[in-house]
């Protein structure tokens, strides 16, 4: 079966700080990543989606890039937080069928805080 | 502009009774229609998913609806319980396999 793990689960930094996040997924293959935000009392806002490893595709202009070195592995990253980047970060799989109905999966989420 | 409306925003109900949530949208060409939970400080859980050609989706005690005329989806939640106290989350996706989420609605099913 697929699990996707996402760490730290909770992470408080101060502002100006570098940011890294990790994602990572087991027992698929060449799967569709995604990282979304979610601001408090708010949706899911896509924030990068990748359809292969290098192949980073960034939906909103921000601080924040994502790399996929490996296959299954997604990272966040940030050299420099803004308070704003404070929310909960979810980490998504799909199987790359192109089929649009295929469903995402979503990790357990970071808590990111920024002071 | 591709939007998806959710209301009520919060809705408190007593266990065993029935709700239903509401998720209208204008996202266009329409693809597919889920239907997410998502339980405080976890990631979202699909319940259903609908394509054009589908007017209701049930998965256990939920059952949801689609109106691809109206543009509007319902979720109707059967007997709650405490668990199914979370957020509902509706998203659309487009032909091109873009995906618009709702706000969410959230519901505290009370004993």
């Known amino acids: 079966s697929q699990t996707i793990h996402q760490w730290p689960a909770t992470l408080v930094q101060p502002v100006g700080s570098p940011l890294s996040l990790e994602c990572t997924v087991e027992g698929t293959s060449n799967p569709n990543l995604y990282w979304y935000r979610q601001a408090a009392g708010r949706g899911l806002q896509l924030l990068f989606y990748s359809v292969g490893i290098g192949q980073i595709s960034s939906e909103v202009p921000q601080n924040l890039s994502a790399s996929r070195p490996q296959d299954r592995q997604f990272i966040l990253s940030s050299k420099k937080l803004l308070l704003s980047d404070s929310g909960f970060y979810l980490c998504?799989?799909?199987?790359?069928?192109?089929?649009?109905?295929?469903?995402?999966?979503f990790g357990p989420g970071t808590r990111l805080t920024v002071l | 502009k591709n939007q998806v409306e959710q209301s009520p925003q919060s809705l408190i109900i007593l266990e065993g009774k029935n709700c239903t949530l509401q998720c209208n949208y204008t996202v266009s060409p329409f693809s597919n229609l889920r239907w997410y939970k998502q339980d405080t400080g976890r990631g979202p859980v699909s319940l259903t998913i609908m394509t054009f050609s589908e007017n209701t989706k049930s998965n256990g005690r939920y059952t949801a609806t689609l109106d691809a005329d109206t543009k509007q989806s319902s979720l109707h939640i059967t007997a709650s319980q405490l668990s199914d106290s979370a957020s509902y989350i509706c998203v659309v996706t487009r032909g091109a396999g873009k995906s618009t989420f709702g706000d969410g609605t959230t519901l505290t099913v009370k004993p």
């Open positions: 998504a799989w799909q199987r790359r069928t192109g089929i649009s109905t295929d469903t995402q999966y």
